[in-house]
């Protein structure tokens, strides 16, 4: 039997947390279940929370089940303070059930999906896929709740066209995402071909409700949620719902150097900054840090860019620095004195397509964190975040890339370049991965303690390092 290297413990952990997060709502409970098991207290923007803060406390709070910041008071900690943020996102490509789903075709039973973000859609072909996100049920006492579910069973699928029936496929794979992009749950025949007593045990009636829930989603799809739920179909009233891969994350080649799994983009990012800021309030630093107040931010909604409620371009950082330092005074003072880092996968250089990366900026992966730049600003990076990061990852003893794209190459971009709006300074960084938005995606399992890594040495050393550096 061959033995393989045994597997980096943070890789470990984290193929849990991605494993239990197919939605941006269960990665920002199981961050919350993280958080709470080290002591943070959990806040809630509509209270008057800044009467209950104490220096050295530890806090968080979400928005709409959908993002979430957290953040730590130093011993002194007193107004003016500046912010010490690490800032991710927790969404990634993927398919959204339709409001009104319920799609029959030659005896199969469909259900219609909305592409979101920018997929590699024929990643998604042939997978066996499941359900997962929030649904609005109603309780007994007339109230609503919404819950998670995930359904962990393979319930669709979008099969291929048949090569004997497309000859030219694996010359020019096309297809369309509104009419051949639709994925199959069952065949309509066992419906129709069920007795009656048969049927009326397995789709019972329902009786007429108000919500037009129980009339656009088919009752096979609404009976799976509410027996995962434990509720009866017609307490379901609406829901938010995702398909994702069901095949679990794993550890892979030769020498468990990476790891295979969707959603890596970017919830390596959000469960390093989780993490780091986990284990930083039980290090033996946490009591004696001054100054700046350590914090994390996972937002939504970064793949269609960021315009929300609960992504980057929304009130969540600009609100936490009002509620900090209210007065004009100490508000100025706190984002002169903040810094941020922008923590989003990055570009691994690929073996098959060395062409694409500009010649001196190849990141590898497991080579350690990259740093982001780009003149036209699509980027938020500067000759000043790249030297604090630089410095940060040398006092772990650990390495940094550069990654620059070529001139004749559009860019992406992240949450960076938005929040520096602010006023913050602000670097991007990210891990460098392969297959970047496939449904399958390959980053190196040593990055993901780079990570946090440079994040536990920006919440310990910034504040020290800044005072070093002079910058008017």
Known sequence: MMLYPAAPEAATRFLKFVNASPTPFHAVHNAAIRLESVGFKKIREKDEWEKELVPGGKYYFTRNQAALVAFTLPQKWKQGAGLSIVATHVDSPNLKVRPISKRTKQGYLQVGVETY???IWHSWLDRDLSIAGRVVISQGNGSFQSKLVKIDQPILRVPTLAIHLDRGVNDNLKFNQETEFVPILGLLEGQLNATKSEDKEKFPERPKVASSVQENHHPQLLQLLAGELSVAPEEIHDFELSLYDTQPSVLGGINN???????????????CAVEAIAESVQAN????????VNCIALFNHEEIGSVSTTGAESTL??????RLSPTPATHSRSVSQSFLISADMGHAVHPNYTSKHEEKHRPVMNGGIAIKTNAKQRYASDAIGSFIVKQLVERKGGKVQEFEVRNDMPCGSTVGPMLSKLGIRTVDVGNPMLSMHSIRETAGSHDIQHAIDLFQSFFEGFVALDKELTVD
Request: hydrophobic share 40%; no cysteine.
């Open 317 to 322: 950082i600009p609100f936490l620095l009002s």
């Open 117 to 119: 973000g920018g997929g």
């Open 285 to 292: 630093y946490f009591p004696t840090l001054e100054g700046n």
């Open 257 to 271: 150097e990476f790891v295979f799994s969707p959603r890596l983009d970017n919830l390596v990012s959000s469960f």
